[in-house]
């Protein structure tokens, strides 16, 4: 038997101090480029878990730029969306568009992985 686990890598420990609620479902930005998905309400102040692996979510989406299977996204201006990767916003590093969204869509699905 393993011994040395400590916890299941897919989901990860949050503690929101954003000075906001959370939605579930909400994009979380952890930092450093890590996202992950709110897997049920977390009130400002309270401890949640995020999903941070092995799934793929719907995201809000910035519209006015394509996004296309496989390729990588940043984070929107507003914290909780998702957009395509240009100077001045976060590319998230651990997933990527799960399926091509129209420039005039307004969400995406990405994997998170």
Request: proline share 3%; charged share 10%.
């Amino acid at each position: 038997m393993l011994n040395v686990i400590q916890h299941d890598s897919k989901y990860y420990d949050y503690t929101n101090s954003t000075g906001s609620d959370i939605a579930s479902g909400q994009l979380v930005h952890i930092g450093n480029g890590k996202i992950g998905v709110a897997i049920n309400a977390i009130p400002n102040g309270s401890k949640g878990t995020l999903q941070i692996a092995d799934i793929v979510v719907e995201f809000p989406k910035v519209a006015g730029n394509e996004l296309t299977a496989g390729s990588s996204a940043a984070i929107g201006p507003d914290g909780n969306t998702v957009t395509a990767v240009s100077s001045g916003v976060t590319t998230i590093t651990n997933g990527f568009i799960w399926e091509t969204a129209a420039s005039a869509a307004t969400v995406a699905k990405f994997a998170l992985g």
